[in-house]
């Protein structure tokens, strides 16, 4: 089609090439190590801490094989069941570094190992320095980046690398027509659930079409279906070293035992249907979409309010952002798309990856996360569209000026967006000494009650266990929400109390859908349940450990959507008024008046507040502030107690925070900001500005 000249690349100079690519790609990832480097608050043990919540469950359970200090926690999960914790438990035995610089440094030199396939696949066409120039983008684009910088530890270092070696072994088996290489695709699937837990959909999707694609074009060749039984067979919904033995062995008896085509025909066909009977792949698939579309709260039982509707990276993205996700800009999308359908039409076993661009444009419904499938793809789909581009030209040097161009233009936006990318680490140096102090005062069977967010690394920095995490949180979000939020001390310590009891005496089940229950009557009650446990004189499980309050001033920033969780009735599942609630850092203080911005102002004269057109009095000025020693002053001014709106300013963080009487009152905001506790109900083990423990006394 058009006149794109092969490269007869040696061994060694394909060394060269990937070499440079996977240093390009590790070098770049450094880039966010630099620029938090010498920043003491970023840095625990003498080591940058790592920039995802998610990657603390991974470092607890490497720890835990490690060590065996977080046995009592029922959550930490086991090496072999989860590639990331075997190769950092590995890592940490062979190499002289600690598990946090491990960590740290994982993510960097895992996922970058993505150029190989990238090169390889364009080298099984003779196109090696496409393919180069291909892993240069493709390695370091903005969502892959994203998901995989230093410090980002966590199974996405996984999950896109491995599908593009799949992707290489398949295609390679189609164009040399050796069952070999779909041995290593089926060995290579069989260990990706292994490395990525959320493997299973991006599997069949990528099998389905590789059983299509051999039926529909070498549908007369045994090669045809004893690729089928192989890669139906490393499909199997069975333990990762089973499916290993057992692709092992009928590989050996499909090439040592001539098995006439009609019978491979019969025994392929049922390898296929079994697979997709007996891994339920149409449900998976089918559940996969579902929960990424579902944006409301449960259809039957009690109506719980959704996390999907709060994750930002699950929603709904507008397409410039899948675009800049993608490939940088939305003409580069637009490059690769085009590039894509071309390199099909030349090469038709490219068909292969449609699965992973379909999943890339998936993501315009089903949220961020999904951009990164598309990446590698994309990358290697503008490459080849620069490479027709140059093809018109009958100059080699001009051909490789007009492709080395075009790629460092493609490169452009995505380094100008990791330099600025500068995410924070999960927690700064303060925080983690709080949970530090936290876990030398406390027991490894004690529980923790903390927002969902915070889970993973309260359990690594503290060894305490926690209700809910970045795992676990669906309707038992309710319950931590409502500790939270409540107006009352004594119904926040007493559901914390059931529901930690309730959790451990049930092994560990879904505490919301138990104590939620009336068994007398049959039926659900959580409204007479709520009430009762206002009560001072409630009858609670019997106390068998500490549980602990952790209040951190991040927390601030998310308390609305927390609230969220709780301020609806269970049964009807109709939200309650929201509470008014508002923060900011960014204000003008004037002789007359205190400017919030978003139209709210504060009339210092009449002490009266302006929201949009409505103006009122508030209740209380407040201002909380430390002294030397560290301990907090509030200091009040009543203006009208029959006023629902305060405004609070909390000197020492110079930010100010507007709220009605119900937020004032709530768990979070008279322990964190206030400190006024009943201390008949609760200890303040540990007060600083950055996050404060309460002990439950009951």
């Known amino acids: 089609m058009f006149n794109i000249e092969k490269e007869n690349i040696d061994t060694k100079y394909l060394i060269v090439l990937l070499s440079i690519a996977y240093l390009f790609s590790v070098a770049v990832r450094m880039i966010w190590i630099a620029q938090f480097s010498g920043f003491d608050e970023f840095y625990w043990n003498n080591q940058l801490m790592i920039n995802t919540n998610d990657g603390y469950i991974w470092a607890t359970s490497a720890l835990n094989e490690l060590t065996q200090q977080f046995e009592n926690n029922p959550r930490v999960v086991d090496m072999y069941h989860y590639g990331v914790v075997f190769f950092t438990y590995l890592a940490v035995k062979i190499l002289p570094f600690s598990i946090d610089t491990i960590i740290l440094y994982m993510p960097v030199f895992i996922s970058s190992l993505i150029v190989i396939p990238m090169i390889l696949i364009a080298r099984i066409y003779n196109l090696t320095i496409l393919g180069f120039f291909s892993a240069l983008i493709g390695s370091i684009a903005w969502s892959y980046y994203n998901r995989t910088m230093a410090g980002y530890y966590d199974t996405d270092m996984f999950a896109v690398m491995t599908p593009m070696f799949i992707l290489y072994f398949l295609i390679s088996s189609i164009e040399s027509k050796k069952l070999l290489y779909t041995f290593f695709a089926s060995i290579v699937m069989a260990i990706y659930p292994f490395l990525y837990d959320s493997a299973s959909a991006v599997l069949y999707a990528i099998g389905i079409m590789y059983m299509l694609y051999l039926v529909v074009f070498h549908r007369d060749e045994k090669f045809t279906y004893n690729s089928i039984i192989l890669v139906s067979l490393s499909l199997f919904s069975i333990v990762w070293y089973l499916n290993i033995v057992l692709v092992y062995i009928v590989f050996l008896i499909l090439t040592k035992k001539e098995i006439e085509l009609k019978r491979l025909k019969i025994i392929s066909l049922v390898s296929a249907l079994s697979f997709l009977i007996f891994a339920n792949v149409f449900g998976v698939i089918w559940a996969k979409i579902v929960s990424y579309g579902l944006r409301s709260e449960e259809s039957s039982g009690l109506k719980f309010y959704q996390v999907a509707q ?386 439950l006394k009951i």
């Open 310 to 695: 709060t994750v930002r990276e699950a929603g709904k993205i507008p397409f410039e952002v899948m675009a800049n996700r993608i490939s940088g800009s939305v003409l580069g999308v637009v490059v690769s798309l085009v590039g894509y359908i071309l390199l099909v039409i030349k090469y038709r076993p490219f068909i292969l990856a449609l699965p992973l661009v379909g999943i890339g444009v998936f993501s315009l419904w089903g949220g961020l996360r999904f951009t990164v499938y598309a990446v590698p793809v994309s990358a290697m789909g503008a490459v080849y569209l620069f490479y027709v581009i140059a093809s018109f030209s009958d100059k080699k040097l001009i051909r490789y000026f007009i492709v080395t161009s075009l790629t460092l233009l493609m490169l452009f936006p995505n380094i100008i967006h990791i330099v600025d990318y500068k995410v924070p680490t999960v927690f700064n140096k303060q925080e983690v000494k709080v949970l530090d102090k936290l876990k030398s005062i406390s027991k490894p069977t004690d529980y923790t009650i903390a927002w969902w967010d915070y889970g993973y690394p309260i359990w690594y920095y503290s060894n305490t266990n926690t209700l809910i995490d970045g795992g676990k949180h669906k309707h038992d979000n309710f319950i931590v929400s409502k500790i939270l939020t409540t107006t009352s001390q004594t119904q926040s310590v007493n559901l914390a109390r059931l529901a930690i009891e309730t959790y451990v005496k049930s092994d560990y089940k879904i505490v919301a859908d138990t104590i939620f229950h009336n068994k007398q009557k049959n039926q659900i009650d959580p409204d007479t349940l709520l009430s009762e446990l206002m009560l001072d004189d409630y009858t609670l499980p019997k106390k068998t450990r500490d549980i602990y309050l952790y209040l951190p001033n991040r927390m601030l920033n998310i308390l609305p959507t927390v609230d969220i969780f709780s301020n609806l009735d269970l049964v009807t599942g109709k939200k309650n008024p929201r509470p008014f609630f508002y923060k900011t850092s960014r204000f003008k203080d004037t002789k007359e008046k205190i400017l919030f911005g978003k139209g709210i102002e504060l009339d210092k004269r009449t002490a009266t507040l302006k929201v949009g057109k409505q103006s009122v009095r508030i209740n209380q000025f407040i201002v909380t502030s430390y002294d030397k020693k560290g301990s907090l002053k509030v200091d009040r001014q009543v203006v009208d107690k029959n006023s629902n709106l305060s405004v609070i300013f909390m000197k020492n963080y110079n930010q100010f925070l507007i709220v009605d009487d119900r937020m004032l009152n709530s768990t979070y905001i008279k322990l964190f900001v206030l400190q006024e506790y009943d201390k008949k109900l609760f200890e303040a083990v540990i007060l600083t500005p950055y996050s404060k423990v309460y002990k």
